[in-house]
T-cell receptor, first 112, second 114 residues
Framework: QQPVQSPQAVILREGEDAVINCSSS?????VHWYRQKHGEAPVFLMI?????EQKGHDKISASFNEKKQQSSLYLTASQLSYSGTYFC?????????????FGTGTRLQVTL | DTEVTQTPKHLVMGMTNKKSLKCEQH?????MYWYKQKAKKPPELMFV???????INESVPSRFSPECPNSSLLNLHLHALQPEDSALYLC?????????????FGPGTRLLVL
């Protein structure tokens, strides 16, 4: 039941764009996106709630299609600081403190 | 302030040792979590505390014993661990509301079991 992310890994040159996809086999209530740099804790990027709303800040945005049980993270004009592993986390219900299941991860490397 | 602190940063222990990991947050969050993360893998949920009560145990072996002494503190007591328990142990906290709570992670404790 772990969400599947694609691609598994991607290498970009600085300034290029990337899309990371997260697909779940079960109905979703919310999708959470995190970035984790090597040896560090996951850092929260954004949360998307049921309703198909697209969110974003700066050059990172995301969409959530609850009918398809999918979310996508859009990185535009990538910077070196975007390098890391991106995880989506999904919640399937509205219960309090319910379980967040992390996806398989996408390793992103931005080069000069 | 979205800081979750964890101590120690690194821990090496033998299979017969007893040790504890500590996690602290002062954001007023009422849900706290323990995750285990192996290299190049996503975090895996171990335990969830909601309002200081254990609400989720993901069938974790009894050699891991969580404790939530108050709403700001979360401990993970370790006893008779196995080498395969070596991993990064992450603590997280969140508001506890159904609208989709954001989990904030601490820096983790990197555990090596010899």
């Amino acid at each position: 039941q772990q969400p599947v992310q694609s691609p598994q890994a991607v290498i970009l040159r600085e300034g290029e764009d990337a899309v990371i996809n997260c697909s779940s086999s079960k109905a979703l209530y919310s999708v959470h996106w995190y970035r984790q740099k090597h040896g560090e804790a996951p850092v929260f990027l954004m949360i998307l709630l049921k309703g198909g709303e697209q969110k974003g800040h700066d050059k990172i945005s995301a969409s959530f299609n609850e009918k398809k049980q999918q979310s996508s993270l859009y990185l535009t004009a990538s910077q070196l600081s975007y390098s890391g592993t991106y995880f989506c986390g999904t919640r399937g219900d509205t219960g309090t403190a319910s379980k967040l299941t992390f996806g398989t991860g996408t390793r992103l490397q931005v080069t000069l | 302030d979205t800081e979750v602190t964890q101590t120690p940063k690194h821990l090496v222990m033998g299979m017969t040792n007893k040790k504890s990991l500590k996690c602290e947050q002062h954001m007023g969050h009422r849900a706290m979590y323990w995750y285990k993360q192996k290299a190049k893998k996503p975090p895996e949920l171990m335990f969830v505390y909601s309002y200081e009560k254990l609400s989720i145990n993901e069938s974790v072996p009894s050699r891991f014993s969580p404790e939530c002494p108050n709403s700001s503190l979360l401990n993970l007591h370790l006893h008779a661990l196995q080498p395969e328990d070596s991993a990064l142990y992450l603590c997280a906290s969140s508001q506890d509301r159904p609208s989709g709570e954001t989990q904030y992670f601490g820096p983790g404790t990197r555990l090596l079991v010899l």
